[in-house]
T-cell receptor
Framework: AQSVSQHNHHVILSEAASLELGCNYS??????LFWYVQYPGQHLQLLLK??????LVKGIKGFEAEFIKSKFSFNLRKPSVQWSDTAEYFC??????????????FGQGTELSVKP | GAVVSQHPSRVICKSGTSVKIECRSL??????MFWYRQFPKKSLMLMAT?????????EQGVEKDKFLINHASLTLSTLTVTSAHPEDSSFYIC????????????FGSGTRLTVV
C-alpha cells in the first residue's frame, strides 16, 4: 500500500547533538514533500518543503532536508539541536497524481526529546 | 500569512449527541479543505477532503454518515460528528489549501473532542 514511513518513533538527544530523522514514501511519480513540527500543545507548523529544483532544502530554525529520489527518501537534519527543538516531527507527502485531490499524507511522526 | 481558524478548541459532549466543528480560512479562499484525526502519540489520519460546492471525498474506512462534512463557501468547512460515542473522542484538525497556491497548506489549531 502507498504510505509514508518515519522509522524513528522516539529520538532522545542531548543538546548540541546532530539530528537526522528518516522519512520514506512509497508513492510513484511526482510528489511534493513536507516536514512539519508540532510543539507540545500547539498546532502543526511547516518546517520546510520540497517541490522541485535543488534537492537540499533549507527550512526554519536551522533545519534542512534532502530529497533523494532514487531512495524515495526525504530525511530531516539539523547539525546541533537545542532543548527548544523538543517536539513531534511529521513528514508528509502530497502525491501529484490526478486522483489524489491535493491530499497530504502524513508519516507516523517522530517524537524528539532534547535533554538540556 | 494564511490563517485557518478552527472552533471550538475543546468540546465535551454526551454520548448520542452531535457536535459541529468549524474550520474557517481567514484571509484566503480555500477551494479544498482537509479533515484529519489525530490519536495520542499517533500521526494525523486523513478522514476526508472537503470541496467547496460539492460532496466531500472520504477516505476508506471513514463513515460518511457519521462524519458529515459541509463546505458551503470558500472560507468555511464544517465537520459534524453525529451520534457521538466515546470512541469518537480524539483530536480533530482541519487544513486548507490556499486557492492561489497549489502547494500551500495551512492547519487549524485543532479541536479536542471528548465524548462522555
Amino acid at each position: 500500500a502507498q504510505s509514508v514511513s518515519q522509522h524513528n518513533h522516539h529520538v532522545i538527544l542531548s543538546e548540541a547533538a546532530s539530528l537526522e530523522l528518516g522519512c520514506n514514501y512509497s508513492y510513484g511519480g511526482t510528489v511534493n514533500l513536507f516536514w512539519y513540527v508540532q510543539y507540545p500543545g500547539q498546532h502543526l507548523q511547516l518546517l520546510l518543503k520540497y517541490f522541485s529544483g535543488d534537492p537540499l532544502v533549507k527550512g526554519i530554525k536551522g533545519f534542512e532536508a534532502e530529497f533523494i529520489k532514487s531512495k524515495f527518501s526525504f530525511n530531516l537534519r539539523k547539525p546541533s539541536v537545542q532543548w527548544s527543538d523538543t517536539a513531534e516531527y511529521f513528514c508528509a507527502v502530497n502525491p501529484l497524481s490526478y486522483n489524489q485531490g491535493g491530499k497530504l499524507i502524513f508519516g507516523q511522526g517522530t517524537e524528539l526529546s532534547v535533554k538540556p | 500569512g494564511a490563517v485557518v481558524s478552527q472552533h471550538p478548541s475543546r468540546v465535551i459532549c454526551k454520548s448520542g449527541t452531535s457536535v459541529k466543528i468549524e474550520c474557517r480560512s481567514l484571509d484566503f479562499q480555500a477551494t479544498t479543505m482537509f479533515w484529519y484525526r489525530q490519536f495520542p502519540k499517533k500521526s494525523l489520519m486523513l478522514m476526508a477532503t472537503s470541496n467547496e460546492g460539492s460532496k466531500a471525498t472520504y477516505e476508506q474506512g471513514v463513515e460518511k454518515d457519521k462524519f458529515l462534512i459541509n463546505h458551503a463557501s470558500l472560507t468555511l468547512s464544517t465537520l459534524t460528528v453525529t451520534s457521538a460515542h466515546p470512541e469518537d473522542s480524539s483530536f480533530y484538525i482541519c487544513s486548507a489549501k490556499d486557492r492561489g497556491s497549489n502547494y500551500g497548506y495551512t492547519f487549524g489549531s485543532g479541536t479536542r473532542l471528548t465524548v462522555v
